[in-house]
């Protein structure tokens, strides 16, 4: 699978691979996909009211969470070992 084209959106604070670097944010790697696109959808409408998410995402369109729910739900929940 190739990264999506708004992951760097979505990287700074989850990681290009879902393990957030930055504390309070939560890791996404290998959450269930219906999980994300939920999570996703609530800050959207608003259920969950969040700024700083609400305006990562304020720019992307339906499709494209999607396709960054597909990437972040097919990553290992374990940590990269970095060489
Ligand atoms: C400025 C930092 C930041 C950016 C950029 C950001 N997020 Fe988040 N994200 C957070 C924080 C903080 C939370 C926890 C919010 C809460 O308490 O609900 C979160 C929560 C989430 C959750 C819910 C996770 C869970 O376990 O419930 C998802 C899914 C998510 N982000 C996806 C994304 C996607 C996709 C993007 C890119 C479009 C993105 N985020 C960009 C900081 C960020």
Same mark, same amino acid.
Not at 12 to 23: K, L
């Given at each position: 699978m190739s990264p999506p084209s708004r992951l760097g959106l979505c990287a %700074?604070?989850?990681?290009?691979?879902?393990? %957030?670097?930055?504390?309070g944010v939560p890791n996404l790697a290998g959450q269930r996909l219906d999980y994300l696109r939920d999570a996703l959808s609530q800050y959207r409408d608003g259920r969950r009211n969040v700024p700083l998410m609400r305006a990562a995402i304020g720019p992307v369109s339906t499709v494209e969470l999607d396709a960054l729910a597909r990437w972040y739900s097919a990553q290992s929940p374990q940590p990269q070992a970095h060489p």
């Open positions: %700074a604070c989850h990681g290009p691979t879902g393990h %957030a670097s930055v504390p």
